[in-house]
Structures are given as C-alpha cells and as structure tokens.
C-alpha cells in the first residue's frame, strides 16, 4: 500500500467517525467547515501589501481601506458559515431503480431561523455536478440530485456535500454527509428478450388458431396494478357518464388453472448476469399481460402470483440472487 493510498484510508475512517451514517443530517459548529478559497487569498495578500504600504509611507487612508476591507471580509466570514449552520437536510425515501438508469436523490433543506438561506449547493462527494437552491426563513426547500448505481443488488448512497460561498465567494464553507439510505438495483431488462417459455396447458393452447380479438372471462372493477390493455374503456365510458368514477377492466382467462414458472435454467444462457437480464424482462412481460407466474433461482422458488406486489418480490429477488 502506497503512503498516498494510506493516507485516503485514514482520511476516510477519521470522515466516518465524524460523519455517522443518518438520513437527517444537522449542521452544526462541529460538522461545518471554512476555509478561504481563490479569491479570498488574493484579497488577503492584496491588503496584506495595502496594510505594510500604509505603514512605510505612513497613509492614513490605506489605513483606512485596509481595516475597512478587512472587516467586510470577517463579516464575510461569519455570514457564510450562518448560512449553513443550523440548516437540517433530510433524505426523502429511494425509489428502486433498474441497472442503467438514474436514481434520483430527493433532499430537503429545512431551517428553523427567520434569515433567509442564499445559495446553498448540494453534490455527491466524487462529482462536481451541483444544485443550488436559497432556503427560505422558517420553511424548506427540496433540491435533487441524478445518481446511478454502480452495480446491481442493494447499494448505499455515496456521501453528499453541503456548501456555500456567499456572500462574497472568498471564503468555501461545507459539510459532508454520510446517508444511512440504500437503493434497491434491479437488473437491467434484456432490451430484446425471447418469448416465455410456456408451461404444456399454454402449449397446447397455443395450437388452436388464434383469433384477432382476445378472449375474456367478464367484467370487474378496475384494480391497481391493471394493464391499459385490460381496460375496458367503452364501458368505462359510460360509467362516468353516468356519474361513476369507477373504471372497469376485463377478466382474463383463467386457461384451467395454468401457470407460467420462469426457471434461470430456462434461458439458455451461460453468462450469471446475462441469465438475470433475461429473467427480469420476462417477469416485466408477465406482469404486463396479466399472467399467473412463479419464479424459480438457484437455492430460491417464489410461488406463482400476479399483482405489483409480486412482482416487486420477484425483481427483489432477481436483484439479491
């Protein structure tokens, strides 16, 4: 190990001992930073050099200018280091997301003072992408930020920076934050997965010629979770000009009790992240046509089902195998 690689290591461990892992982070005097950027070492060396030019030539005025510059550069100070101390940031709960697509990190920026909060930032750690926003006086304001998960399975949200430069820009305060916050990361759909393999009652179905209109059972009341495709619109239609709100859908068939089991073993691949691919977008495609399906993973089996709540527990359980 490199003494720059022991270093970022100790580095860290002294930022995780400072920063426990929480998704209301409060800053205080103890977890907020100052230090004077670019601009602001320019302006301390240009009124050091007004400062030592006063005193050789004796000039009352540069005396002046200097003093005056430098209280406006400690007011400066203390009003940037205000603007963040005392804000509360609370991580709005994380959506899963499939592998390939942008989380998206939704953060509340509270206060409890009456001053106005100006230009606030908030970035992931290892990015230089920002989004600011000014906080009002006794209100809240959200700002969110575009992160993609690395890999598949369950990942914890990257430490987050706080900052600001106001007023002036001369002096950098932040803090850093460590959410306790984990998203779920499911594999990404093969973009053009083969048919599913039917079980022998839809096999044989299959044979029959097909009609050009699908058949159903009868009529229900809508259900969350329905396809459009179940809609029956028309008859939706004239509910709601009779002054019902209530949609309709149709009851697919029930093809004598048949179920669709999607096996790993079944997709004729070789590749471990390949076969999750493949399975996810079958398991979108039977959620989509309404059908009964199971799940069957190495050392797991996931009795057949239909609804969102299932298939979030199937794409959960592609997401861990």
Known sequence: MTPRQSLHDLTRRWLNARTPATNVWL????NVYILPTGPGLLLATTLLVLLLTSINFQLSLGYALAF???????????????TL?????????????FLGTETTLDIVLHTTRSAMRYGVGLSLSNTQQWAWADVPGHGSTQVQLAWSAPQ?????????????RFPMGIFRVWSVWRPAASVLVYPHPEPKAPPIPGTPALDAAA????????????LRPYRRGDALGTVAWKQSGKAMAAG???????????????????DI?????????????????????????S?????????????????????HRCLEALALC
């Open 27 to 30: 800053l205080t005097h103890r």
């Open 85 to 97: 101390r005392g804000l509360r940031l609370q991580l709005q709960p994380v959506q899963a997301r």
């Open 291 to 311: 059908l009964r399906y199971g799940l069957l993973l190495k050392g797991q089996r996931i009795a057949p089902s239909h609804g969102p709540a299932h298939l």
């Open 152 to 164: 598949r399975g369950r990942s914890t949200v990257p430490m987050l920076r706080a900052e600001t």
């Open 207 to 218: 044979d029959t010629p097909r009609s050009t209109e699908p058949a159903w059972d009868g």
């Open 244 to 262: 019902s709100d209530a949609w309709v859908s149709r009851e697919a068939p029930s093809q004598n009790g048949a179920e669709v089991w999607l």
């Open 68 to 82: 005056l510059l430098s209280g406006c550069a400690l007011v400066a100070m203390h009003m940037g280091h205000a």
């Open 265 to 289: 073993s079944h997709t004729g691949l070789q590749d471990p992240e390949a076969q999750l691919s493949r399975l996810c977008a079958w398991v979108i495609h039977a959620h989509e046509q």
